[in-house]
């Protein structure tokens, strides 16, 4: 334990947000960075402490809620007890966000951008020390290169998505998006500038690709191997990319790769709510979920169900489905089972009475953060089938995950891209893609059903599609451009 905060506040000496630390450090720090990962036994231990930065980035609420709570998937529970008891409110982790009003100075997502920055940084110094490992063996070396390969274009996409419009926002893609870093700044300060959407897509996928090719059969960390990077999963993240790009030929036989060759099924229509409600394992078809955080005891520290948990009436989280979204569900629908309705005490105009709110069943108990699933990968195949003129695959697939779900089947392929899209908010809430498929397909966000925003409703295209850069980052990087409005 010593060691891992050791290993902890190196990393945070170099992250971004702390550049005259670093300048201050130096040369010392440097001979403890040559120490930490040396051998490699410290450069895997660099690397689960990827994995939990990965974890604590993504799970807790700001990220976790802000693709379906943009787009109207969600909506506030209210407040359980006290003298408060009642109201509903908006988080203040998440109110400039929810409102479309964020603020470069005092930005919701400031934590985000430096740690996704920072695990870019640790990413890329094991990626620079690992070559010269003398204890480990090429295959060795090769492994631990790919997940840390992943995990840097992984969290470049996710900084991408919520700080770069969409891939098609402009015809050649030659808009905005974000920092690429391929270097640590363990040598010195460097102030680069924002690639092109393009170029930042080219490469995630040139990283993703190299990791595919360098991955063995097993990672070298301890621990659930649903848990960590590998060739599938990291495929997965691929068709990702490709979907949100609009590759649709490398969409489809990307995720088509995962569905024939993964080894990974289709959870059952008969088990799918028990897999759900299961207390700590992830759903059988899961390509990754990252672990959640235990103590010295193995006693969970902290899970999803902090964000989405419902315990007793006067125990409880913020978030809730709206029925913008409760409502698409047909009655026969298996995915209606999955959420936990409770009429809770609330004040409407300030009179006191109940109303239902529906709990999300996909992260009680010990929930961990769920990545990446097989469905998802239907879904994938299916949207890229109908791009390439082939609608009766499209909907063959998306007749699969509505089968699954005991919902009625498509007889005809009319209204097949909006079918998609609403089978992808069905089957994916929670998950966090609303938001990002309404900005990919260019529709507008429309908030209905418990909006407690002065904006409700965003029209496409629209400047607050994305998030401002943080002041204190653009404050400290100079040629780090702003995005418009803000």
């Given at each position: 334990m010593k060691y891992l905060k050791y290993l902890s506040i190196f990393f945070l000496i170099f992250s971004l947000q702390s550049c005259s630390d670093f300048l201050e450090q130096e040369p010392g720090t440097q001979t403890s960075i040559d120490e930490l990962l040396q051998n490699k036994t410290g450069v895997l231990q660099a690397l689960r402490g990827l994995y939990s930065s990965v974890e604590a980035n993504v799970r807790p609420e700001r990220y976790a809620v802000y693709a379906d709570l943009q787009g109207g998937n969600i909506k506030f529970a209210p407040i359980a007890t006290g003298g408060l008891r009642g109201q509903i409110s908006a988080s203040s982790n998440i109110q400039q966000v929810y409102s479309f009003d964020d603020v470069a100075l005092s930005s919701n997502f400031k934590t985000f951008y430096d740690e996704s920055y920072d695990i870019i940084n640790q990413a890329n110094l094991i990626l620079e020390y690992t070559p010269a490992l003398?204890?480990?063996t090429d295959t060795e070396k090769k492994q631990i290169k790919a997940e840390a390969l992943a995990i840097r274009a992984y969290t470049h996409f996710l900084l991408s998505l919520v700080y770069s419009q969409d891939y098609k926002y402009t015809p050649d893609a030659s808009h905005l998006g974000i920092i690429y870093n391929t270097e640590s700044i363990k040598s010195g300060i460097q102030y680069p500038a924002r690639k092109t959407a393009a170029d930042t897509y080219s490469l995630i996928i040139n990283d993703l690709k190299t990791a595919i090719e360098s991955y063995s059969d097993d990672s070298l960390l301890s621990g659930p191997a649903y848990s960590f990077f590998n060739r599938k999963n990291t495929k997965a993240l691929l068709a990702r990319v490709y979907l949100q790009k609009g590759d649709w030929t490398n969409a489809y036989e990307m995720a088509n790769d995962v569905i024939t060759n993964s080894g990974v099924v289709l959870t059952t229509k008969e088990t799918l709510i028990a897999e759900w409600e299961k207390p700590d394992l992830?759903?059988?078809?899961?390509?990754?979920?990252f672990s959640i955080p235990k103590d010295t005891e193995g006693s969970v520290t902290s899970s999803m169900a902090q964000t989405f948990g419902y315990t007793s009436d006067t125990n409880f989280e913020k978030y809730t489905a709206s029925n913008d979204l409760i409502d698409l569900y047909e009655n026969t629908d298996l995915r209606k089972q999955l959420f936990l309705t409770k009429s809770l005490f609330t004040l409407v105009n300030g009179a006191q009475t109940y109303l239902n709110y529906n709990f999300t069943k996909k992260f009680q108990?010990?929930?961990?953060?769920?990545?990446?699933?097989?469905s998802e990968m239907y879904l994938i195949r299916a949207e890229a089938a109908l791009e390439t003129n082939r609608a009766?695959?499209?909907?063959?697939?998306?007749?699969i995950i509505r089968a699954r779900a005991n919902a009625s089947l498509l007889t005809n392929t009319a209204n097949l891209k909006e079918n998609i899209f609403l089978?992808?908010?069905?089957?994916?809430?929670?998950?966090?893609?609303?938001f990002f498929d309404i900005a990919r397909m260019h529709k507008d966000v429309s908030r209905n059903?418990?909006?407690?925003?002065?904006?409700?409703?965003?029209?496409?295209?629209?400047?607050?599609?994305v998030l401002p850069i943080p002041t204190f980052n653009t404050n400290l990087n100079p040629n780090l451009q702003q995005n418009d409005s803000y």
């Open positions: 003398t204890d480990a992830p759903v059988s078809e899961i390509l990754l979920e108990n010990n929930a961990g953060y769920v990545a990446f699933r097989l009766d695959l499209a909907m063959a697939d998306l007749n089978e992808r908010r069905k089957e994916l809430c929670f998950e966090g893609f609303l059903d418990g909006c407690i925003s002065t904006v409700c409703g965003l029209a496409y295209p629209s400047l607050k599609y």
